[in-house]
């Protein structure tokens, strides 16, 4: 993608941004910031040397609180469009633009800005949440902004863990469950908490191999479906096991363990 000029009203977003995260405190203060990043920009696509005065710009102020991972899209479309000088990363809008992610990213679960896989490519994790993609690369409207909405943002972020393989024997019941369909599922979370150790987070679940969680109950180990939530399941003669040494470190054996993915309602 080659770089182009941005509407102002994609800088607006972004000392909007300022404002709604405190990194602007007044309205005169986001004209100077804007002024400042529409400089960078354009000296970066060529509209000014290196020593001209910045452009007119006078901030206009949204009316909506904009979504985090929004934001996140507008500062990633603004740094891809504006880091073509020799001094952008020792520059105040590089500094400034990058203050604000962070700023932004100290206000969601951790996990979003963990790296994922995305086809060839290694991404942060919020690039590949649906609002990311809902918000305009360039900004032409304030109103294009997706609004934050509610005060509670789920953000459903792609997990990885480790995966393991469905062992099935004669006795075999899944009654439709995912030992039915499926030679693999991939271990997401363990215990009452559901949470991974880093070690263990290898590969994202998939179609062929969906995720489970490991519980400890009754002095065993058993792994459950994650979806759908709240289902009740049972055991259905099948095992989960892998011969990788990440498994001996989280369940304290070597052994198969059981799948409960026998829903008896079915």
């Known amino acids: 993608m080659a770089p182009f000029e941005l509407h102002t009203a994609h800088i607006d977003g972004l000392v909007n941004a300022g404002l709604q995260f405190d990194m602007i405190a007044t309205r005169d203060d986001a004209t100077l910031a804007g002024q400042m990043l ?23 102020l949204a009316d909506h609180a904009f979504h985090p991972v929004a934001v996140l899209r507008l500062l990633d479309s603004y740094e891809y469009q504006s880091d073509e000088t020799a001094d952008w990363t020792t520059g105040p809008a590089s500094t400034w633009i990058t203050r604000l992610r962070d700023e932004v990213l100290s206000r ?14 290694s991404v942060p994790a919020y690039q590949l949440l649906p609002v990311y993609a809902d918000t305009p690369w360039a900004v032409t409207a304030l109103e294009q902004i997706p609004n934050i909405g509610d005060s509670t943002i789920e953000i459903p972020v792609v997990r990885k863990g480790l995966p393991a393989e469905i062992l099935t024997g004669p006795i075999h019941c899944p009654n439709g469950g995912l030992s039915s369909r499926v030679r693999h599922v991939t271990v997401l979370g363990l215990g009452q908490d559901r949470e991974l150790p880093a070690f263990a987070r290898v590969r994202e679940p998939s179609d062929q191999a969906p995720g489970v969680y490991v519980l400890f109950e009754h002095g065993r180990h058993v792994a459950r479906p994650v979806d759908p939530p709240g289902m009740w399941f049972a055991a259905s003669g099948a095992f989960i096991h892998t011969g990788d040494w990440r498994w001996r470190e989280l369940i304290g054996h070597s052994l198969p363990i059981p799948l409960h993915d026998h829903h008896p309602e079915r």
């Open 108 to 121: 969601l679960p951790a996990e979003t800005k963990t790296r994922v896989r995305y086809g060839s490519l």
């Open 38 to 60: 529409l400089q960078q920009h354009y000296r970066s696509i060529g509209v000014l040397g290196d020593h001209e005065d910045p452009p007119d710009y006078t901030a206009a």
